[in-house]
């Protein structure tokens, strides 16, 4: 915008017959000259020892200055400089340092004393013209090299694209320049740097897919390895002094020509609802893919609403738009532009939004749908949800501690009486080593609770079997008229050819060929494993096993008889004392107890005696 005013005010001025309201001294106080000031462009940077030059930044408009047509009308190019550190002025003349060529100032090379400003002032007998600009001039360790067998260069990297598979020409930078005042043809070397590897190669390279020709670098097939920075290092012969100077070119492998280079939406889907909360600020996000066009880079990416552009809504104030880049992939271009829609209202489910994409091979649009989100009560649910968890752990907790009362509870409101279900005789039938302590327990514990206490029918063989019978034949009835069979098992139980071991397996075979019979392991005293006969030791894996604890079982209340209910037949017999069946079962509990010292013995020892203590 400066340039352009700067250009409307020299046009004014020269309308006006060289006249300006801005005067300066030049080096003849006697004229007039119109000051520019200084250039607007970035200094100029030269290497130290390299050559260099400026060009006059009046000529940067040719439409109004020109260098042939201000020769024509007797205009006339001079120099001057204000070193560093100084203030005035000093004409350039032609010098083994300094040469001129048209509009530009060659420097030969360029030194650390050459820093500072410089003036080109154009001017004839009537009118006058000049402007300033800065030059540095640069050590090499001033300039900022990727790689340090990178070459330094004070000027700043020009950019190329080459498609992938296809070929090109690199030419160096200001060649022709150079050739215009060489006193011979320059000669030009080419360097390859690759940063990512930090690679240097100079040509010949290591393959022919990269040839010089002349002052050129041919590229016949470009390859991804063949990206990064090129430098050419250009020497020319300029009176009798051989002189030189260094570009670089970033060249960059793209996608061939040969692919689709319409642009696409890639976000949102086609038949994505998008779900947006009323009285919040909305984002909608679109996405788009660009292929890379050398021919033509441009590319456009936009947001309407009921197909107008933001700038032209009523309530533009509300919506907004920003664009980033998402994704660089050989010169096609990932942007996304997020449209920003603040205080969103249900009245904004009608419009129509569209995401937009162009560039010059195509254009792509799609619709946003929108629907409102169904809000959950976030408070309510959140407590219902802890609610029920934590119910869930109580209901845990308590099952874990009280199972076996629940369970128990359970049977006694739904289970099955098996009385009425089956002709057994017996409850329960108890299996147990034929020894004093073994029988102690069975008759004293056992037998007790199981018939006084909790209403069992119980069968003991050594008092329920008549005298002058077969065991054999006995026990196998006994055990076949039983729902449970009840194995104590303790180190002296179940020894080859003993009368328990009969039972148990009476009790297996009953319990695998009908299933009317089920087989309970009490566990009175702990057993070696090695004490565990085989029958014992199958069971074990597949039947329950109970086990008592001594003192702490005792107790009708402990875990040892709620275990034991679990597995005996449901019972719900009355235990009123007015119950006929009661007391029938305590009677004969009661005398089954003033006989138990005659019942004991084995009825093979002497079975007239057991026979009689019956009667």
Known sequence: MSSFTSTLLFLLFLLLGGTSPAVSQSSEPTDPCYDWGESSEPPVSILEGEAGWLSCPLFSHPSVYN???????????????VPKGHDLEQPITASAGFSKDRERLWLQPAGANDTGQYICMLRNKSSCSKIAMQLRVLQQDEVARSTGCEPPVATPLSHTFIPLQDGKTLDCPDLQDAGRISDSNPTVTWFHVRPSSAWCGQYPFWNSDRQQKGASLQFHVMLDSYQGLYFCRVQYQRRGRTLSFTRGINVTSV???????????????????????TDTDVRLNCTGLFPVILSNSSWDMWW?????????????????????????????????????????????????????VRNVRGFETRRAQLEVEVSLPSVELGCGLGVTLLLMLLLFVVYHVFWLELLLLYRSWFGTDERHTDDKEYDVYISYARNSEDEQFVLSTLRRVLENELGYSVCIFDRDSLPGGTITDETLSFVARSRRLLVVVSPGYASQGSQALLELKAGIDGMALDGHLRVILVQYKPVQRQGWVRELRRARLA?????????????????????L????????????????????????????TNSQTGLISHTAKDPQMVFNSTT
């Open 67 to 81: 260098y042939t047509s201000t020769q024509s009308a007797g205009h006339s190019l001079y120099w001057y400089r």
């Open 255 to 277: 996608y061939p020509d040969s692919l689709p280079k319409e642009p696409s939406i890639l976000l949102p889907p086609k038949d994505q609802v998008i779900t947006v909360r």
């Open 304 to 356: 309407t609403v009921d197909g107008k552009t933001l700038d032209k809504l009523k309530d533009h104030q509300r919506f907004n738009q920003s664009t980033r880049r998402l994704k660089y992939d050989y010169g096609d271009q990932t942007f996304e532009n997020q449209l920003v829609i603040q205080d969103f209202q249900s009245e904004d489910l009608s419009r129509e939004f569209n995401c937009s």
């Open 543 to 563: 039947l329950a096993m109970v086990r008592w604890q001594g003192d702490k079982s005792k107790e009708l209340t402990s875990r040892f008889w709620k275990r």
């Open 565 to 592: 209910r679990v597995e005996l037949p449901v019972r719900r017999m009355s235990h009123d004392s007015n119950s006929k069946d009661g007391a029938l079962m305590r009677l004969y509990s009661q005398n089954s």
